[in-house]
């Protein structure tokens, strides 16, 4: 497994908190952050499975 797939990963779950958070305590900026995270850790996530395809993994 590629470390951009873990990364991605890591990043999403973090984000996935943030927006919760930003839900919970009614902060928009905490929210926007963690949804812009999530993505961002989508990406890196499809990055790291594109890397494992070309290496036959």
Do not use: H
């Given at each position: 497994?590629?470390?951009?797939?873990?990364?991605?990963?890591?990043?999403?779950?973090?984000?996935?908190?943030?927006e919760?958070?930003?839900?919970?305590?009614?902060?928009?900026?905490?929210?926007?952050?963690?949804?812009?995270?999530?993505?961002?850790?989508?990406?890196q996530?499809?990055?790291?499975?594109?890397?494992?395809?070309?290496?036959?993994?």
């Open positions: 497994m590629d470390k951009d797939r873990i990364k991605g990963s890591v990043r999403q779950a973090k984000g996935t908190l943030k919760v958070l930003g839900k919970v305590a009614g902060d928009a900026k905490l929210e926007a952050e963690g949804k812009s995270d999530k993505i961002a850790g989508k990406a996530n499809a990055v790291g499975g594109l890397k494992d395809t070309l290496r036959g993994k």
